[in-house]
């Protein structure tokens, strides 16, 4: 599709200059995110001009736009670059067709069947910084594997313009975020036209004002994204910057972002004449997707009963939070006025309409959006076994207090896309000891042969990826520095000093209270001991970002970091600002033990420990979300849940046990060849149990299997709602 060109309001017309003939097709790879998962189409970008990739943080519609033109025109000319590249364009027409994929394969009959998948966020790649953290990544995932797969998936979201934030740390420790601005000239993002050459493409009415909105489309491998972006001349001031952060502002803005992603997104794909047969809501900030397809079906003129049974079956809803308070909710006079008197439309009155929200624990003030969201899908599930025993617990009240076994949610344990955060030279290595279908496979004994990986190959990996983390934390540090941007005080706990030869640890995560950043600082001087050890010494690298709004988060993260800075830890503990899905590229791929230690049972599923699996980086957590099922015993370690406790006492004493017991020891056993054997024997289980189970192909087949398919198909088993 192209789009109309209204410069300055659309600087997506890319300034590059123009391409050699024979590599013309660049700048459609650079355009469907596909390329962020294809070896051949990465490994292309690299090798124009390395250094600048790794500048540009991998964005190759930048790298096209500042690469000199002659080496394009030398590369035309080289022989191993014009082969790659016909490969990665052949994989590329591949992708436009869905005939040989698993899905065309498993479900002839639902072929063209569109499903579709809404979300808050998206994080499909560094250089599209719409996306916070976990859920947004969860959610890129999916959509990739869905291409993968052939699952004929459009995803709705939103453009955020201002994206999440950049991070800075003060000298003193405190979090200062900026706004990352979107830079249109760099994303992969076409604008759709409206009609009569209009911007807008659909209208939603809210608090008294229409607000027109603008979709663009991005994308990713076979998956149409359509973003929604509210940022118009046409509408009101005050508008204009409604879908323009993610997360933030009060309840005020956050209820009309969702209302303008709900009900902007279903009139966005009718105006696209998308029809689809299943409809997804990831995590409750896309229920009112539901409520405007109930309206949509009264003005047709179906009863209103009747209307919440029909979008009751095609819906299917994920939950992603196992505590209440973590769950969106609103005043019912705040709804009542967004809403609009859609009631109206539906045949009702406002406080039937209001009760969709109603949720016992709540009671009638409030509107719940996990509860809109269960009372209007049929099929809902939990991220892990566990989440989904905690969900059932707590979901109890919403369908008369029957026992949580009889609650009608299922759970569908998170998987990470392999091709996205396994390492190339880890997939090289299992290209050669596996087979070539290893990258399909969800068989047991295929990924058990992992176990016969050649130990001296795999180290030589993995100590080529920890040196290219610490060379890249380093450069990082140099040029935060060079620019004024760092202080020379702040270099040490930026990461300058790491060791390549020290076990490392790795803890990057959002600096939420429960996750415990902290944790391992309770007893200074035992951590101390382990750090400085002189034979056997122990490292530790933190990255993450704090909500811009959560003080406590804050003030956990300024406690670490000033520990980057004590002496007493002789530069082994640092901080690398600015946590992403780049840097959450390198640290899964780049330290020796990945560290997690949520307050049971508070991680719903936790996603970056199966990414560090991956790569053979196994992972030292409390058994929570997804590690209940992944610790196998010889995977990783695990703290026990009736260790843990409140005041984190007992934990954190498990934790030092472990680490002076059984991590270093293992880590530091060496052969007379200086290999680790024992420890190679962990990263390979680490592998073997990630590569089997906590795969998103996994994830999305059992999506597709017991969730999309019976939907669209409508199965014939008696519904069981919530109460009314
Ligand atoms: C994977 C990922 C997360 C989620 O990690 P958790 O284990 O759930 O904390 C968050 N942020 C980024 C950038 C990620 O890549």
């Given at each position: 599709m192209t789009a109309p060109v209204d410069a300055p309001e659309a600087p997506f017309v890319t300034e590059s200059a123009p391409l050699p003939g024979r590599l013309a097709g660049l700048a459609l790879l650079a355009q469907n995110l596909a390329w962020s998962w294809n070896r051949d189409a990465r490994s292309l970008f690299r090798a124009i001009d390395e250094t600048l990739w790794a500048r540009l943080r991998h964005n190759p519609i930048h790298l096209l736009q500042v690469v000199e033109p002659t080496r394009l025109e030398a590369l035309a000319g080289d022989p191993v670059f014009c082969a790659r590249y016909d490969r990665a364009m052949q994989w590329l027409s591949a992708e436009r067709?869905?005939?040989?994929?698993w899905y065309a394969r498993t479900f002839?009959?639902?072929?063209?069947?569109t499903v579709a998948y809404f979300c808050a966020?998206?994080?499909?790649?560094?250089?599209?910084?719409i996306y916070s953290g976990g859920l947004g990544v969860l959610a890129g995932d999916h959509l990739k594997t869905a291409s993968d797969l052939g699952v004929p998936l459009v995803a709705v979201g939103i453009?955020?313009?201002?994206?999440y934030f950049d991070q800075h740390i003060r000298v003193d420790g405190w979090q200062e975020d900026s706004d990352a601005r979107l830079d249109f000239s760099s994303v992969p993002i076409t604008p759709l036209p409206g009609r009569d050459?209009?911007?807008?493409?659909v209208t939603v009415t809210t608090f008294g004002r229409d607000i027109h909105i603008r979709v663009w489309k991005m994308q990713v491998g076979r998956v149409p994204v359509y973003l929604l972006d509210s940022?118009?001349?046409?509408?009101h001031p005050d508008d204009r910057?409604?879908?323009?952060?993610?997360?933030?502002?009060?309840p005020a803005m956050r209820l009309r972002q969702e209302w303008l992603l709900g009900v902007g997104g279903v009139r966005a794909l009718r105006a696209l004449g998308i029809e689809p047969a299943a409809w997804h809501a990831?995590?409750?900030?896309?229920?009112f997707m539901m409520v405007e397809r109930v309206r949509e079906l009264c003005v047709e003129g179906v009863p209103y009963t009747e209307a919440v049974k029909r979008v009751r079956n095609g819906s299917v809803f994920t939950t992603h939070t196992?505590?209440?308070?973590?769950h969106d909710h609103f005043a019912v006079q705040e709804v009542q006025q967004c809403a609009e008197g859609v009631w109206n439309d539906m045949g009702i009155d406002a406080e039937t309409f209001l009760r969709i929200g109603y949720h016992p624990e709540s009671g009638a003030g409030i509107y719940h959006m996990t509860a809109a969201s269960v009372r209007l899908s049929r099929r809902i599930n939990a991220v892990s076994r566990r989440h989904g025993i905690v969900t059932r617990e707590m979901s109890r009240s919403l369908w008369r207090g029957r026992p949580a076994e009889q609650v009608p949610v299922g759970h569908v344990t998170n998987g990470v896309h392999l091709a996205t955060w396994m390492a190339n030279p880890v997939m090289q290595l299992l290209d050669e000891h596996l087979g070539p279908a290893w990258g399909h496979s969800n068989d047991p004994a295929l990924w058990e042969q992992?176990?016969?990986?050649d130990d001296e190959q795999l180290w030589f990996i993995h100590q080529r990826l920890k040196h290219t983390l610490m060379r890249l934390v380093r450069e990082e540090a140099r040029r935060a520095f060079a620019n004024g941007v760092m202080e020379s005080t702040q270099l040490v706990g930026a990461g300058?000093?790491?060791?390549?030869n020290v076990l490392t640890i790795g803890f990057a995560r959002r600096?939420?209270?429960?996750?415990?950043?902290?944790?391992?600082?309770?007893?200074v001087d035992r951590l101390q001991q382990l750090v400085t050890n002189a034979a056997r010494p122990v490292q530790i690298v933190f990255a993450g970002k704090a909500h811009p709004a959560d003080n406590p988060g804050k003030q956990v993260l300024q406690s670490v970091y000033h520990f980057t800075r004590d002496p007493r830890f002789e530069g082994r503990v640092a901080f690398v600002e600015d946590y992403g899905m780049h840097l959450a590229h390198l640290l899964v791929q780049g330290v020796d033990l990945w560290m997690n230690l949520p307050?049971?049972?508070?991680?719903?599923s936790g996603t970056s420990g199966m990414k560090a699996a991956l790569n053979g980086v196994p992972q030292l957590s409390t058994i929570d979300g997804w590690w209940e099922e992944?610790?196998?015993?010889?995977?990783g370690w695990a703290i026990e849940p009736e260790v843990d406790d409140d005041a984190g006492v007992n934990t954190a004493n498990r934790l030092y046990q472990l680490l002076e017991q059984e991590v270093v020891p293992r880590f530091y056993?060496?052969?007379?060849?200086?290999?680790?054997r024992r420890w190679l024997l962990t990263m390979k289980h680490a592998i073997r149990v990630a590569g089997q189970q906590f795969t998103a192909r996994r994830m999305v087949e059992q999506y597709a299997r017991a969730y999309y398919a019976p939907s669209i198909l409508g199965d014939s088993l008696p519904d069981d709602p919530p109460i009314a």
């Open positions: 067709s869905d005939e040989h994929t002839p009959e639902l072929r063209g069947r966020e998206f994080g499909i790649h560094n250089s599209v910084p453009l955020y313009r201002n994206g050459g209009a911007r807008h493409l940022d118009l001349e046409e509408n910057p409604l879908l323009s952060k993610l997360y933030s502002g009060g990831n995590e409750g900030h896309a229920a196992p505590v209440p308070a973590g992992v176990l016969t990986l300058t000093l790491l060791d390549p600096f939420a209270t429960y996750k415990r950043a902290n944790l391992i600082f309770r007893d307050r049971v049972p508070l991680e719903a992944g610790y196998e015993g010889n995977n056993d060496r052969d007379k060849n200086e290999l680790p």
